[in-house]
């Protein structure tokens, strides 16, 4: 049986006003799955959260998020990509449902 290669690689191409959750859960899913896979010696994901242009973005939260640019993970070899929700004036009526 051929051995996958470690770790695999995972994009977060976030946004302005995105979800926290929408990032927050799919990172720590995988930080998680990590820990329970362990006795490698090596970590099984390596999660790289982008921009656009890199640095801070805020979250539809508030809550600042520190990027790499985007333009940084063109040459490397990317497993899976992700991408949050969620958009800037985004309101919840609590009063249709």
Do not use: W
């Amino acid at each position: 049986m051929m051995q996958s290669k470690l770790p695999y690689r995972v994009v977060v191409l976030t946004h302005e006003h995105m979800n926290l959750l929408d990032l927050s859960g799919p990172v720590q899913a995988l930080a998680t799955a990590s820990r329970l896979v362990g006795g490698t010696g090596k970590a099984r994901y390596e999660v790289i959260v982008t921009s656009v242009d890199g640095g801070l973005i805020t979250t539809s939260s508030g809550l600042q998020v520190m990027t790499v640019q985007l333009s940084a993970v063109d040459a490397l070899p990317i497993d899976t990509i992700l991408a949050p929700g969620g958009c800037k004036g985004e309101e919840f009526d609590y009063r249709h449902g």
